[in-house]
């Protein structure tokens, strides 16, 4: 729980240091302004486009008042470190082009809140990055964030972040969240986690195991020991619980998963296969899917407990079931027709309608958290990731691998995560892949990964 | 009178030394005996040796398979499954105490959440033909693992086919 709220954002005004305290105090306390509408305008990123060029960005080493030595190092290397996660965070984001470090040059503590502009221009950069980290009375770092348009030499916003020490990656992600939020007016996402699947072992009996990590694969941490087959995990919109399937003690169900206290409790005590679960946006409810007789429906359950109310009824297989972020309706997939096609119904299981239509199946449906637009699996020949508009309009595949699946949002709704399969071996591995569908890159973990859940942004 | 008791002596001592002259004589044919009885002991363990009747491997024997398989995306049973089911069925006829597990299986082609509820169906075909059998559907159990569990590696039509099966698992 404390690691939540550990950390801060500051208005800089408090900004450390008389020398630049000199420069920020105009600023005023609470949330700097942008640097003003003409920058704003001029300078943004156009995220839809695809075909536009990332935009040249500096991110030199953040200095840091005095070199001080914390848990997590001393604040000069964290300087060097915490530009460094920045500039992954956005160059991965397949939208900015961060300068070489060769092309980097050294800025001084003065200069965090005065950029030399003229020393910037001839680089190319457009968007300029600087920044501080200080080491805290109270044990506690603060990261400082500036964002500066370059050619029209001014101020776009600033941002300061208290973390513990061991926090400091969290600094740097908040710090990237600012510079791509405000540049291409998309919400933040770098400041967050991912529950997937870890595997590794044989192809006929892969060990898998639940494990938690930040969004670009940084503390990483598994929680369950692999003695029983565990398969998709999905945060709660608290991040405090997860919940996911297990075959423990030859019993397929669905469990929830307290983070914090390490606990899990069955969700629904009944003699039949449960799985498929997904959180309500509010929490209270979990979505999953259930087998009775062999007939598999979905139902939904106090999260809770209590006793699960039958949303579909169809002797086909409806699964798969997931939320609008307003939780008025729910995607589905179903073979009712035949074979897999997706489905959508009012949250109390009326008004059920099949919105996909192209060829091949579709399965895995995921609402957007934006609320425009559903990922699925489309199976035909391979599987590929793609999204469709809530109606099925627009179907549009994004990948194209031997077997790509299972895929989930990014908080802000602009990237997929998901899992690819390779052929013959069976090893998985998770990637992401944007809207565009052009940026697509493998999530680096310790193994093989697979049922990848994207978490909420961190407060 | 004193002789008596002697001579009953030495006669019992003849008797005896008569006695134990004898089995010499007929010791050669005891060996032979032995010989041939280990040879009686050998057939009869080899029908013994055979599966202890209603283990894991005398239904394996006598049903022929465990396994059934299915089409793609399919739980329908062809001639081929009911013929090992049927034979399923008369095994668990003769042993009424004993509960199976039937397992269902796919091949990796299928989404990972659609393939638990397609693995279910399939072993659900198996126990429904079975109890249509007379089998008491109170001993029979079934859990779906998807396409988790493969018993073929390859990425092939060959291999998907071996996946795309219900398993019926005898306690050993």
Known sequence: MKIWHLLASIGLALLPGAAVAQDAAPQGPGPAPGAGPVAGQRLTVDITGGISQPMPIAIPVMPTPSALNTPAGSTDALGAQVSEVITNDLKNSGLFSPLPKGQLKPVSFPQVSAPDYPAWLPTGAQALVQGFVQANGDGTLTVGCYLYDVFAKSEMVRQGFVVKPADWRRGAHKCADIVYSRLTGEGPYFDSQVIYVSETGPK????????????????????????????????????????????????????????????????????????????????????????????????????????????????????????????????????????????????????????????????TPVWSPRGDLIAYTHLGGGFSVGVMGIDGSGAKDLTHGWQDEGPTWSPNGRVLMFFRTGKGSGKADLYSVDLTGVNERPIPTPLDGSDPAWGPLLP | MKMTPTLLCTAALIALAGCAKKPPAKLPPAPQQTTTAPETTTTTTTETRGPTPGSRADFLAQAGSDTVHFATDSSDLDSEATATLTKQAAWLQKFPNIRVTIEGHCDERGTREYNLALGDRRANSAKNFLINNGIAASRISVISYGKERPVATGSDEESWAQNRRAVTVVPQ
Not at chain 1, 302 to 313: E, F, I
Not at chain 1, 320 to 349: C, H, W
């Open chain 1, 204 to 363: 006929r009996n892969r060990t898998k195991r639940l494990a938690i990590m930040d969004q670009d694969g940084a503390n990483h941490r598994f929680i369950t020991n692999g003695q029983s087959l565990v398969l998709t995990p999905r945060f709660a919109p608290s991040r405090q619980t997860v919940v996911f399937m297990s075959f423990e003690n030859d019993q397929p169900r669905v469990y929830v998963y307290d983070v914090g206290s390490g606990r899990k409790r069955l969700v629904v005590d009944r003699p039949y296969t449960t799985f498929a679960p997904r959180f309500s946006p509010d929490g209270r409810s979990i979505l999953f899917s259930m087998i009775v007789n062999g007939n598999c429906d979905i139902y939904r359950v106090s999260a809770s407990g209590g006793t699960p109310v039958r949303l579909t009824a169809s002797p086909g297989i409806d699964t798969g079931g997931s939320y609008s972020p307003d939780g008025s309706k729910i995607v589905f997939e179903s073979d009712r027709s035949g074979t897999q096609q997706l489905y959508v119904m009012n949250a109390d299981g009326s008004g059920q309608h099949r919105i996909s239509f192209g060829g091949g199946r579709f399965a």
